[in-house]
């Protein structure tokens, strides 16, 4: 009798198993249909990117893209709302043209960092570069200097070739002998820095109150034209970053005593404190309303580019998801819902708000897939330190298109992130956020934060099979029988691993 019983089971087991494959398939059939045939993921692009522009939080741009974003959400009959988590110092960028004048006339390129105060008008001034000086009394003494002037406050690289450059043409010898000077440069810059008593956030102030007439950095990104746009500490005076090429050539000039002159012009308003939110849509449950499927990307960027990989293509893949989701997959048993998080620049700090501000939703959380490391196929999936993600995303991965699955590296149970996006703010309270980890396409010098982040760089075909792979596991993980199981993985001791602590969203920035 035992014996029967088991056997009967295990025949039910299978025949029910087989039936949900099959059910399955037809709708990963018409989940893959719909990604290839009627693909938006490029109107999108266009319409965010070139359209709208990058959506640094507190500026124009992000409302106008969380307008838009609800627009496209109507338009597809997916509900979808802005939810306000706190203000941001509200700010514009304007337009930035740089010159040299003097010794000869040459454009220069750059742009004025983020949040850098407006200027009234044109200011041509002469350059100075940062002197090494022996200790910070040196350089009180020193500090009058630069009254008028454009002082220029970063390292000029020995080289503007990257490495792997290097690596292909140079002979050994020069390879080394370069990188032995990119070294001693870079330390004794460093050096430089602290001598002067104050650090890179505090020294640009301590030179505006000293009279400068503008800060000059170059942040190179050790790529071919790309430099890392980020944020100016000064109140007052224009900060801008000046590419590579043209921060060498007023480098050398000015240390040559040769006086360059240049003219900056740079305009931005301050608009004050403005509110700031974050964008979720929503596909309700049929049969399990109150628990929830989570699709996740950062919707704010860096604007020294558009934000495209950063992170444009994590929330394209993320809308071009849900569209197909509600035109194949209407009728969810567990609440489909997508979260476009403000602020993760600046600390996660959308997401970890919707995590204080929902804890219902957190703790009826069967999975968050977040995706935010540029543009190319998703190549690895982490358990994130979950002792039972192994039998889950294994088996909401084998429905997935062979050609999608086959590159993905699975990692169970991984250990938990701590940082990084989004998902991490949902893993820190112990939910189940996972990140779909992207290959390179050389996202960490070309486009991650800086000035060629662009539509151009988008692989459009990576996209499609992200946005398939995102709908699918969405799907599956709706449709599971069982609650993804929170315990945690334990360690060689036999004690749970270590969990990252939970951050807490700041809901006033900018204004420090
Ligand atoms: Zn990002």
Aim: proline share 5%; net charge neutral; with cysteine.
């Amino acid at each position: 009798m035992k014996n029967f019983n088991k056997l009967f089971i295990a025949a039910a087991l299978c025949v029910s198993s087989s039936a949900f494959a099959q059910n399955n398939n037809a709708v990963v059939d018409k989940i893959v249909k719909e990604a290839t045939e009627n693909s938006q993921l490029q109107t999108l692009a266009h319409e965010l990117f070139d359209g709208i522009g990058p959506r640094l939080v507190g500026t124009p741009q992000y409302d106008q893209a969380g307008k838009w974003a609800l627009d496209k959400y109507k338009g597809w009959g997916i509900t979808a709302k802005q939810e306000k988590w706190g203000d941001w110092r509200g700010w514009e960028r304007g337009i930035s043209h740089i010159d040299m004048v003097y010794p000869r006339v040459h454009s220069i390129e750059g742009t004025q960092l983020a949040w850098s105060p407006g200027m009234k008008a044109a200011v041509t001034a002469e350059t100075v570069i940062l002197p090494d000086v022996a200790d910070s009394a040196a350089f009180a003494k020193w500090l009058p200097a630069v009254k008028g002037k454009f002082v220029m406050i970063s390292m000029n690289p020995v080289s503007g070739r990257p490495d792997d450059n290097w690596k292909e043409f140079a002979l050994q010898e020069s390879i080394d002998k370069m990188k032995a000077e990119r070294g001693a440069q870079t330390e004794a810059w460093r050096n430089r820095v602290k001598k002067t008593g104050y650090n890179g956030r505090t020294l640009p102030v301590a030179l505006e109150k000293a009279g400068a007439a503008g800060i000059i950095t170059n942040y190179w990104s050790q790529g071919f034209g790309v430099d890392k746009i980020f944020a100016a500490y000064t109140k007052t005076i224009p900060t801008v970053d000046i590419a590579l090429e043209d921060y060498g050539l007023l480098y050398r000039l000015t240390e040559k005593n040769e006086k360059p002159r240049i003219t900056i012009h740079t305009e931005s308003k301050e608009l004050g404190p403005k509110a700031t939110f974050n964008v979720i849509g929503e596909i309700k449950g049929s049969e399990k309303p109150n628990e929830y499927v989570m699709l996740s990307a950062h919707f704010d960027s860096w604007d020294g580019g558009t934000g495209a990989t950063d992170n444009g293509t994590g929330t394209l893949t993320m809308m071009e998801a849900m569209r197909i989701l509600k035109k194949v997959y209407p009728k969810p048993k567990r609440t489909i819902l997508v979260g476009h998080w403000a602020s993760e620049e600046q600390g996660l700090n959308g997401s970890r708000a919707f995590v204080e501000d929902h804890p219902e939703i957190v703790a009826n959380l069967q999975a968050l897939f977040n995706q935010d490391n540029g543009t190319g196929r998703v190549v690895n999936i982490s358990g994130q330190g979950y002792a039972k993600a192994g039998d889950f995303i294994s088996k909401w991965l084998e429905v997935v298109p062979d050609t999608i699955r086959h590159q993905i590296k699975t990692n169970f149970p991984g250990t938990p992130g701590g940082g990084g996006s989004d998902f991490a703010s949902f893993v820190a309270v112990g939910a189940p956020g996972f990140s779909l980890g992207s290959n390179s396409w050389s996202y960490g010098n070309y486009t991650w934060h800086t000035n060629r982040d662009t539509y151009d760089k988008v692989v459009f075909d990576d996209l499609r099979s992200n946005a398939i792979l995102t709908a699918i596991l969405v799907y599956m993980a709706s449709e599971d029988p069982n609650k993804f199981p929170r315990d945690k993985a334990t360690g060689e001791n036999g004690q749970p691993i270590k969990w990252p602590e939970q951050g807490k969203a700041n809901r006033h920035g900018g204004f420090e």
